[in-house]
């Protein structure tokens, strides 16, 4: 998608702090932190938001949880709790159209979630 700066992230048009890459996720930290550790990870292909993920795209999915779970043992955070979180669409928050998973670490998170 030429206008979704998360793919210009993804194709290295737009810089960004680039924690972990490969042929089919991308990680960066988020420019607005929620919390000490606030990494997003999202699919090079374009997706605009969660409910239009497909079958096919099954091993994707998985992919960014398993992702955000190398970057946490990484950074030493899996003992302490961490949060992943997924929104999708504005009643939940979301302001990006394409696919991220946020990874919050490094701080105490209350539930529910506001
Ligand atoms: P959401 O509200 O779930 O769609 O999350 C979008 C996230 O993207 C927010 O936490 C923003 O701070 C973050 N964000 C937007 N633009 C950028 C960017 N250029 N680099 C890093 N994070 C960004």
Redesign the pocket.
Known sequence: MSDC??CK?ASGE?N??IVYQDDEVVA???????APT?V?VIPRKHVSRISELEEADAALAGRLILTANQIVRDLGLVEAGYRL???CNEG??????HV?L?LLGGRTFGWPPG
């Open positions: 700066i998360f992230i737009i960004a702090s960066f930290n988020d420019l607005n932190p929620q606030h997003l979180v997924l929104n939940a928050g979301q302001s990006v159209w991220h946020h």
